[in-house]
């Protein structure tokens, strides 16, 4: 039996599987709040309490880094380890992963409903493929073929520098170089992006903020799901809301191409994270696909690769799985 956990800043995912239902089918599967916990061991025996399952093995997808089997989470104060965790927990063996691995490891196993395709293109067969995950942060990651199926590998390119493409970017990256050190996509490009956005067009005198927009914005941690919720009601009109939501999505369809030019991603490029299924409505507009093709003299490369929304939110956990049975 095999435990799965995907670990992000918000909550923890962990299920359990085995190699003869695949990684598809948790035999047992719950999620825990993160900021309720201060490490995974405790939530691992928390859910493991619940179930009655032999787990012997483990594979951790975590958001951050993960430097010889040690990672810190980028947005949550926890630090998972692949030894201290099998001494812990008394595993044979814990495999820790980019959750951006993890989630790039379930993209052979997807399934037509699984995805949305913004654009066919023209892929290549047996080409990289990229992925672009916003969420809370910003995580990336890409697939190679190696001759015999296709290999996951993490990165943290959205760290990289943020390069506005328009004056109104170029505000947007001076406010925040007052507030930050470094202003890398995921400051623009993720939940925190989006919330850092309004602040700006806010602060700029783009437009004033409507009584009621503020009336329940107050008091909110996370204003990052208001905005987009009125974003996309056509109903409610927020100068405001709208424009952060149409950057969002320029700013997205920049750094996707960005990561294809980088990857020669012939194979496609994926929208993964939390954010590109709730917006998925927006992300059909022509906002993304512009920002997306405005690549100069490699115009002609990107509109041929093709994009997909991953749609479930299950890919992380499910690659994980993926990985560990493979093992």
């Known amino acids: 039996m095999l435990l799965v956990a995907d670990i992000g800043a918000t909550k923890t995912n962990l299920a359990i599987f085995s190699r003869e239902d695949g990684p598809r089918q948790p035999l047992a599967e719950a999620s825990f709040s993160s900021e309720e916990y201060k ?3 405790a939530v ?3 859910f493991l309490q619940g179930v009655d399952l032999p787990v012997d093995r483990a594979c951790v997808g975590v958001a951050g880094p993960v430097i010889d089997g040690r990672a810190r989470v980028t947005n949550l104060p926890w630090v998972i380890d692949e030894t201290e965790l099998e001494e812990a927990l008394e ?3 814990v495999r820790v992963l980019n959750d951006l691995e993890a989630t790039a490891n379930a993209i052979p196993i997807l399934e037509e409903g699984d995805v949305e395709t913004l654009n066919v293109g023209r892929p290549v067969p047996y080409g990289p493929v990229g992925i672009v995950a916003p969420g809370t942060g910003l995580g990336e990651g890409f697939l190679v073929w190696d001759g015999s199926r296709y290999r996951a590998y993490a990165s943290e390119g959205g760290h990289t520098d943020f390069g506005p493409n328009s004056s109104e970017e170029r505000g947007l990256l001076e406010y925040l170089r007052e507030q930050f050190d470094h202003v890398s996509y995921e400051r623009v490009c993720s939940g925190m992006g989006i919330s850092n956005i309004y602040d700006y067009l806010r602060a700029s005198g783009y ?4 009584a009621w927009m503020s009336e329940r914005l107050e008091g909110v941690k996370d204003k990052t799901p208001l905005i987009v919720e009125t974003a996309l009601d056509s109903e409610k009109e927020c100068a405001l809301c709208s424009r952060t939501l149409e950057m969002f999505l320029s700013i997205l369809g920049a750094e996707a191409g960005n990561l294809v030019l980088k990857l020669m991603a ?4 994926y ?4 954010i590109p299924p709730r917006i998925l409505s927006a992300l059909k507009e022509d906002t993304f696909m512009e920002g997306f093709l405005n690549k100069g003299r490699m115009n002609y490369v990107v509109k041929k690769i093709p994009v997909h929304v991953i749609l479930t939110p299950k890919a992380a956990l499910w690659g994980a799985a993926y990985y560990g049975l493979g093992e």
């Open 44 to 46: 691992v025996r928390d």
């Open 207 to 210: 437009a004033d903020e409507p």
């Open 39 to 41: 490490g995974l061991e």
């Open 91 to 93: 595993l044979s063996r």
């Open 266 to 269: 012939t194979g496609g490029v």
């Open 271 to 274: 929208l993964g994270g939390g």
